[in-house]
């Protein structure tokens, strides 16, 4: 389940830091809060168009460690709030969560399917 105050973040402007771990090391790749699509069972679903050292990384590690962080929602000390959330993803380039992205995103080659385990606010 996701939590409301992780929707509301993803509601505003943002980055979304997604990161994962190759055989040289960690990888980071960005894409932007407005991306990401959530499925009715709490999958984020996030539009590919580059991300070929993920999609690598993926086929041999699929955990992900995503950030996203908002300035406009209220945290536990004040304003503004993160979370860190750690899943596990797949890239998807044909079916219904594909042609979900597809429809949105025309320049999308994959969509990014991260399955949440945790999401943890840290602000």
């Not at 509601?11 to 990161?19: E, L, Q």
């Amino acid at each position: 389940m996701i939590p409301e105050k992780l929707l509301e973040v993803l509601k505003n402007y943002g980055v979304v830091a997604i990161a994962t771990q190759g055989h040289d090391g960690p990888h980071l790749v960005n894409t932007w809060h407005s991306y990401v699509q959530i499925t009715n069972d709490g999958r984020l679903l996030i539009p590919a168009g580059y991300m070929q050292q993920t999609e690598a990384n993926i086929a041999s590690n699929n955990n992900v460690l995503i950030t996203v962080g908002s300035s406009k929602v209220a945290g536990i000390n004040g304003p503004g709030t993160g979370f860190l959330i750690k899943g596990t993803a797949d890239f998807i380039t044909t079916g219904p969560d594909f042609d979900t992205i597809k429809a949105k995103f025309n320049w999308a080659r994959a969509a990014l399917a991260i399955t949440i385990l945790s999401a943890t606010q840290t602000l």
